[in-house]
């Protein structure tokens, strides 16, 4: 099993805004990326943002030009698992359904090496079923990253029931080469953070449903009066209420509270296909300017 200085080669599943920020993270590391998705569109827009995103660091001087370069290059773009036989470390940011991560941890047990350690970025499916899928349990991990990853400083990692301490031990060094802090959750639904900011959301739109305020007022509430950087109702339009939906449902069903029941708004936004930002539209409208906030 690799150690986190032999993690030479990285494979990233999923091109989506997840996958492109890790695999930005993997490269600026130094790491060969092997960035896989089916659809290549989704491949040309993650490749184009990459490298915007790397471009602005060395424009800030918080990269040279020379690392932005080498590390655009190190980037490939692939389109089958088939190509990451030769990756040291796998890690999937791919839709959050646990039957097709479930298939997908499958194949890459069949195709990557005997050494290589498969991670998940999901924000709540359970590492030790994923890896009950797998013949290498012990070297299953959840890597979960933040929203957008190149400038969120956590990385949540989550032990498996038979995840092996050298294989936590390898992942914890590897997200420092990242740059990032380290948490380490066990495997119990939503582990650490979602598990404490999605009921946080989950009032928020209670409290736009039951009309006790207007979505900007709420915001502006734990702007100002908690000091976070977004409030709870635009902070789920940008991870997407699909994904909030999700989550909640996983707390819901995995530890049987009332509590964690999603909001019917929620509900029905997502059931209208408003699923943030994303889409143009979610509890704000996007249409015109990605960053502005309209009723
Ligand atoms: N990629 C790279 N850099 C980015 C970026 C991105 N996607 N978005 C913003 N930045 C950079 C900007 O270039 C800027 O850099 P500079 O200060 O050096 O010029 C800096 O971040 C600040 O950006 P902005 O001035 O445009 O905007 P803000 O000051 O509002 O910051 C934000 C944007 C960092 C997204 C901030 O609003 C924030 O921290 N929001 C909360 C994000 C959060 O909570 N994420 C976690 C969600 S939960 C999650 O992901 C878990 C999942 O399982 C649900």
């Known amino acids: 099993m690799a150690t986190a200085s032999e993690i030479a080669a990285v494979g990233v599943i999923g ?18 990326v092997l960035l896989l998705d089916a659809d290549s569109a989704a491949l040309s827009r993650a490749v184009a943002s990459i490298s915007a ?29 088939q190509d990451l036989r030769d990756a040291d470390l796998v890690i999937e940011a791919i839709v959050e359904n646990e039957d097709v991560k479930k298939q997908l941890f499958v194949e890459l047990d069949e195709i990557t090496k005997a050494s290589a350690i498969l991670a998940s ?28 990853p190149p400038i969120m400083k956590l990385i949540e990692i989550i032990r498996g029931a038979d995840t092996s301490d050298e294989v936590f031990a390898a992942v914890k060094s590897f997200s420092e ?13 939503g582990f650490i953070v979602n598990r404490i900011l999605m009921p946080m ?18 915001d502006t509430g734990m702007k100002l009066g908690t000091n976070h950087p977004m409030g709870p109702l635009q902070l789920a339009d940008f991870i997407g209420l699909d994904v909030c939906l999700s989550v909640l449902r996983v ?31 979610g ?6 300017k990605s960053s502005s906030l309209k009723p």
């Open 15 to 32: 091109a989506g805004q997840m996958g492109s920020g890790i695999a930005q993270l993997a490269a600026a590391a130094g790491c060969a």
């Open 53 to 81: 995103s790397l471009r602005r660091l060395a424009a800030k001087g918080q990269l040279s030009q020379t690392a932005c370069e080498d590390s655009i290059k190190r980037i490939r773009c692939v389109s089958t698992v």
């Open 121 to 148: 970025n999901t924000s709540s499916i359970s590492i030790t079923r994923l890896a009950s899928a797998t013949k290498r349990p012990s070297q299953v991990i959840g890597m979960h990253f933040f929203n957008p």
């Open 177 to 189: 080469r990242l740059g990032k802090s380290v948490i380490c959750s066990q495997d119990y639904p």
């Open 201 to 218: 959301i989950n009032e928020a739109f209670w409290a736009l449903y039951t009309g006790v305020a207007t979505k900007e007022d709420i």
């Open 251 to 281: 707390l819901h069903n995995g530890l049987g509270d009332n509590k964690y029941s999603p909001c019917p708004l929620l509900v029905q936004y997502v059931d209208a296909g408003r699923l943030g930002k994303k889409r143009g539209l």
């Open 283 to 288: 509890v704000y409208s996007y249409a015109q």
